[in-house]
C-alpha cells in the first residue's frame, strides 16, 4: 500500500543530502550545457540520472517506499510533458530528461518543477527574442499580441541554427529550485 504523501525531497537537510543534490545539480548543469551547444541531451546521461533517482530513493527512504516514490516521480514527470512532445512544442530529450530528474522527487515536487520550469522557459523565450530580433521589434510584437494573440504564432525569422529552445536549461532551473528550496512554493 503506497502513503498518500511522500516525503518532500530538501537537498539542504544533511551534509548526505548535500552531496546527493551536488550530484543532481551537476547531471542536470551537464544536460543543459548540452542542450544549449548542441540541442540534445545524450540519453546515457538521462538514463544514469533516472538510475540514481532510484537509488537516491532507496538510500533515503525505506527501500519500498523509495522505489515506489521514483516510480511514480518518473511517470508524472514523463505525463506532465509528452503531450507538448506530441504536439512538436519539446524535444523528446527534454521530456526524458525531465522524467529521469522527477525520480529523485516527491510527486508533488515533480508538478512544482513543471510550473517552475514553464515560467523559466517563457524567461528564456523572451530572452532569445530580444536576443535575436532587439528590444524595440520584442516589444511592438508583444504589445500588438495583447490585441491580436493570433500574431503571436506567427513565426519571426530565426538565425540559422538556433531555431528551437534549449527548454532542457529551463527544466533544469525548475528542477534544481524545487530540490533545493522545496518550500520556496508553498510560501508563496
Sequence with gaps: MLPTSFPVTDFAGSVT???AGACYVGFLAVASLSDVRHRRIPNVLVGLLALLGFGYGILSLPAGLGVSRALIGLGIGFGLWIPFYALGMLGAGDVKLFAAACCWLAPSQAFEAAF??????????????????GVGLTSFRLAHALRDPKLISTPLPVPAGRATLPYGLAMAIGLTVVAWFPRMLRMI
Design 116 to 133: 517552475i520550469s514553464a515560467l523559466a522557459g517563457g524567461v528564456l523565450s523572451l530572452i532569445g527574442l530580444v536576443l535575436a530580433h
Design 17 to 19: 543530502s548535500a552531496i
